[in-house]
């Protein structure tokens, strides 16, 4: 087997050839939004999705921040729902019958808005026609008429009794407390002394003509209640009559434009009833009490008072509002000035802001409310069109997504007063009407989540059928290099920046295919995209140029790498200064250097491990430190219990393997993960095993299956360039190197200075399918194949493994008092 040659210059980046991209900066687009650009398979699903209206054919957009999937999706529903139908406006009515249940009414379009103000006009308007009626002439003379016919009855019946009682030697006084009956002498009332002083005889008949003339005097009392009642009855019948007389056509005039409209016309009828029902609310209070006529003493406590209507009052309507509240319209939803369907986008999905809110506040220590101050929410708003939320915003709120669900599976809004935070004691609260609800949802999410709700939530699958899946990458065609171009040229465009040259544009779409991992991609984070052109723009403007060229790409590539690579720096140092031993000259055996990824939120380095192998007598087979001190990870166990596979494979199938072998990351003190690592520790132990030493300038990363297969791994630009610029910092010695599995060779975009040292041979990167193509490389000898028998060729690292696996079974028999059987002769070939 020959050993793979190095890569060339040129396989360790894709260079985009600012010629076949100057034709974008010609282009002129309306705005600056990738749109479709790469997502065929996402349109598709939201063409469906968007199509069918039936009951839980809602939208799941699926894919990571930044692939332009929330604005992509909120142009499409724009568009969408500038073709369609603006939906009716719904509105509030007070419930005559139950006050706390308001009715919903569906008006026509902009209906709501206008009546609303329709009739708030009108009461304004109706408060002072009352007002004037009350205060009329014609009204007053009316009132007085009944009073003053009360007033005369009532004085005809008390001189009746004033006569009655004089004949009967008795006089009535009238006082403010009421009437006082007491014998009188030449018509004044005698005192106690001229009572006491009187005969026996005519004090005992002055005693019982009182009996008869108070009996006499009660049925008086008697017929002038009846008739206080009478009149009574005649006032308010009179105030009935001039209420009905003024509101009833200005309501009606009012209800006449909507008579279409049977809710409205039956709602202002049960108005007017309810206005002449509270007519002693609506009357204005008297300016002057009504005095006696002259000679009439006013009425105690044994004559009723003449009636005095209620005092309008503020406190006088529901829930202690103005009675002039309950007639009038709540616009809950008002669609007047929408073009198409609604397409609401809810940032803030709590509860309240989606199923919409009951408004309360307190006065005198009392929570108060009314139908009135019921507002609606975002479905409310979005019922007839769209409702677009972003899935961890609504999932911070667990009410708000159960209150979602079940909107969406009864078709129907209701709204609830959820309480207030803190509240101890239950009130009555409103209740309105169901709102019928057609709406298509669209929540925007990771794909964890997707996957975290189809597992775990049975309703979720059922009320949310499509998913659009936004990938973050797309293939490199010519097509969508040009397409890509064109957003970024109108992106500067559109925020006023810098205008791009052809290189600085080639530049930008070159990182974009070192995002994607895989140069014969794009990266679909147009997100972080639109960042690096914003950043190129600021070095175009400090070096005071109007075009963005490749050198200020370059320097904003430069500038965000160095804001972030701080951790970075002080391992380079820390290895500098030999805190961390990292051996890149010469040859040792049993070590190697793995690379490893950093990852410190959006940004990750890359960095040399040194990775130990020790063999010795025993049967304990390999030993990884990591795993058995919990720093291992599940993977990363995975991988070394598979190196174990490939000595049982290569070195055991016609002996058991007698060995104890520990592997070490040295110097590390973290979680370690992923497997990437296995083919550099199957280095290290085979070097261990056999004596043969390991080449320390060549770094390795590499997955590796039970078969000897080098299999992709993640982070390799990173990983490069983070061991070349470690080897830098130790002084950049010839002989310096990777090897890496050939399935990455795609994925390479590398920095222009890690190309140009591979370019003058300081720096090579070797590609390898299989372990053989690794064990040549690194150790400078073939690993070999076992025959038949087990034996492997002379010279070769397998005949080393092979001999010391002998020495150290025959040690360990030796240890309990026994021997090695010999090997099997070696047949040769009669050839």
């Avoid at 709102?435 to 989540?449: A, E, R, S, W, Y």
């Amino acid at each position: 087997m020959s050993t793979p040659r190095p890569l060339a210059a040129s396989e360790l980046r894709w260079t985009c050839d600012p010629r076949a991209v100057a034709s974008s900066l010609k282009r002129v687009t309306k705005t600056a939004r990738p749109g479709a650009l790469g997502q065929e398979r996402a349109m598709r699903a939201l063409d469906v999705g968007l199509g069918i209206r039936e009951r839980g054919f809602n939208i799941f957009v699926v894919g990571a921040a930044g692939t332009g999937r929330t604005s992509t999706v909120r142009s499409i529903l724009l568009e969408r729902a500038r073709k369609e139908e603006v939906p009716d406006d719904w509105a509030l009515l007070y419930n005559f019958d139950d006050a706390d249940r308001p009715r919903a009414v569906k008006l026509p379009r902009g209906t709501a808005h206008k009546l609303k103000r329709e009739v708030d006009e009108m009461l304004q308007r109706l408060q002072q026609e009352l007002m004037r009626a009350f205060e009329g002439d014609a009204y007053r003379q009316r009132r007085q008429k009944i009073i003053d016919r009360h007033s005369d009855q009532e004085e005809k019946r008390l001189r009746s009794v004033e006569k009655e009682a004089a004949r009967r030697g008795f006089a009535l006084q009238r006082s403010p407390t009421g009437l006082a009956l007491g014998p009188a002498t030449d018509g004044e009332p005698m005192t106690e002394e001229q009572f006491r002083s009187l005969p026996r005889k005519e004090r005992q008949r002055l005693e019982q003509q009182g009996s008869a003339v108070e009996e006499l005097l009660d049925d008086v009392v008697r017929q002038i209640r009846g008739l206080q009642r009478e009149t009574d009855k005649a006032l308010q019948d009179l105030d009935k009559e001039e209420v009905r007389r003024v509101v009833t056509p200005m309501v009606m005039e009012v209800a006449e434009a909507y008579r279409e409209q049977d809710m409205l016309r039956w709602h202002f009828e049960r108005v007017i009833d309810d206005l002449v029902e509270h007519t002693a609310e609506l009357r204005p209070p008297d300016e002057t009490q009504e005095t006696p006529a002259e000679g009439q003493a006013p009425p105690g406590d044994q004559m009723p008072q003449r009636p005095q209507l209620l005092v309008p009052s503020a406190d006088s309507g529901q829930d202690g509002e103005n009675l002039f509240t309950r007639y009038r319209i709540n616009a809950l939803v008002d669609n007047r000035s929408q073009k198409g369907a609604p397409v609401i986008e809810e940032t803030h999905p709590t509860m309240f802001n989606l199923m919409g809110r009951i408004e309360h506040r307190l006065r005198g220590g009392e929570t108060i409310t009314d139908f009135t101050r019921i507002k609606a929410g975002a479905l409310h708003r979005a019922n007839g069109g769209y409702l677009l939320i972003d899935a961890m915003e609504l999932f911070r709120e667990p009410p708000a997504y159960e209150a979602l669900k079940r909107a969406l599976k009864n078709r129907a809004l209701e709204i609830e007063d959820a309480g207030e935070p803190g509240r101890m004691i239950s009130i009555a609260a409103l209740r309105p009407e169901p709102i019928p609800l057609q709406v298509k949802v669209i929540i925007v999410g990771t794909p964890d989540l997707y996957y975290q709700l189809s597992k775990g939530d049975p309703d979720f699958q059922k009320l949310f059928k499509i998913k659009a899946d936004f990938d973050v990458e797309m293939d490199r065609t010519p097509e969508r290099l040009r397409g890509f171009a064109t957003f970024i040229v109108a992106l500067a465009r559109e925020e006023g920046l810098r205008r791009f040259d052809a290189t600085g544009l080639a530049r930008i779409l070159e990182e974009a295919a070192r995002l994607a991992s895989d140069r014969k991609k794009l990266s679909t984070r147009f997100g972080e995209i639109a960042d690096l052109v914003r950043e190129a723009s600021f070095w175009a403007t400090r070096r005071r140029s109007r075009v963005i060229n490749l050198r200020d790409v370059t320097a904003a590539l430069d500038a965000r790498r160095d804001r972030e690579r701080y951790l970075e720096d002080r391992l380079r140092e820390a290895v500098k200064d030999g805190s961390i031993r990292i051996d890149s000259e010469g040859a040792v055996v049993g070590q190697v250097n793995g690379l490893t990824v950093v990852e410190l939120g959006s940004y990750s380095f890359g960095h040399p491990s040194r990775i130990t192998a020790r063999v010795h007598v025993g049967k304990g087979g390999v030993i990884d430190v990591e795993r058995e001190v919990d720093l291992g990870g599940p993977i990363h166990s995975k991988g070394v219990i598979i190196l174990q596979a490939i000595l049982g494979d290569r070195f055991g199938k016609h002996a058991p393997l007698t060995l104890g072998a520990t592997l070490c990351m040295e110097q590390n003190y973290s979680e370690v993960e992923g497997d990437s690592a296995s083919l550099a520790e199957c280095l290290a132990l085979l070097s261990a095993l056999s004596g043969v030493p390991l080449r320390q300038g060549m770094a390795v990363t590499g997955s590796i299956d039970q078969l000897g297969h080098v299999q992709t791994v993640g982070g390799v630009n990173e990983k490069i360039e983070g061991y070349f610029d470690t080897c830098q910092a130790l002084g950049g010695k010839p002989g310096i190197g990777v090897v890496m599995p050939v399935g990455n060779v795609s994925e390479l975009m590398l920095r222009d200075d890690v190309v140009e040292a591979v370019a003058r041979k300081r720096f090579t990167i070797h590609a390898v399918r299989t372990l053989e193509e690794a064990v040549e490389i690194t150790m400078g000898a073939p690993l070999g194949a076992a025959d038949a028998h087990g034996h492997f060729p002379p010279g070769c690292v397998g005949a080393a493994c092979r001999a010391r696996l002998d020495g150290l079974h025959e040690a360990w028999l030796a240890s309990r008092g026994r021997k090695l059987d010999p090997p099997t002769p070696r047949r040769r070939s009669a050839d």
